[in-house]
């Protein structure tokens, strides 16, 4: 009976996409944690909120044929709970109305419209090639840099444009804004291929040419282990190599690239949807933990 009843919360958590969110919400907190600058509720809630909007509205514009045929229990679940999807979505959404209107800049108004925008692209067939109407996510190799491009810009221009904006005494350079934003790009990309491997045939029936579609397979994984090194790079090179934040972060990389490693097409959806998006939250448990050590012990 337990076991039964947690894993239907845990498909309501992962498959509802509040996970997800959680986690988008996490990488803003991460933001705030490495700049040494108080949280924003308010952009935290809007970037959750954001995400959970985006996340079920792609579900919903995406849907299949027969959902209830789909090999993925995930699909299944989503349509088999289609009127909670699309009240969550809608909650969401209103969430989003006053915490735009009153808490965000202008600057940060036109940051995530610009987001916004994009994102309803990265779905909707706007895009007319070869006479046929396609969304951004259909562009060869373009899938996988967006969605890194939407969480990197979401989850650490929005904080820094936003604490910029309300505090005229803060001020983030730009070298520094632009090291947080690639190393937040290259680790988003890195944990999102191996949702694209895993797609793979699925990818090549739908004609999306992701990057495991155009490199294959092996030199995907290749490419995902190259990411994080590079990160790992960025990290040493411009950060104290002793400093807590350091070794917290470069923790979380090493068990990523294990789990990518450890990931193939028999592992299940909880595989991907807890553990590997999960990385993102546990960057910032780490950083928690790491902060609570350093200020016991020094």
Known sequence: MFKRLGIQFLDLLLFSNLFIALCAAAQALVTYHLLKLESNPYIVGFVFCSTLLIYNLSMVLSKP??????????VRWIFGHYKFIVFITILSFVCLIPLGLFYLGIKSKLLMAFLGGLSLAYNLPLIKLKNKKIGLRNLPGIKLFLIALV?????????ITEAESSNPNIHISWITTT???????????????????????QDKIYELKTIPVILGEKKAWIFCQALLILYIVLLFFFSNKFDLDTIGLSLTVILTGWLIFKSNFKRNE??????????????YIMLSFTSYIGSVFV
């Open 65 to 74: 044929k027969h959902p209830e045929q789909s090999p993925f229990r995930r």
């Open 151 to 159: 969480w990197s810009f979401s989850c650490v221009l929005l904080p």
């Open 179 to 201: 090291l947080l934003v690639v190393k937040r790009f290259l680790f988003v990309c890195a944990i999102t291929i191996p949702f694209d491997i895993r797609d793979l045939f």
């Open 270 to 283: 909880y595989y991907y949807f807890l553990f590997l998006d999960g990385t993102l939250l546990l960057q």
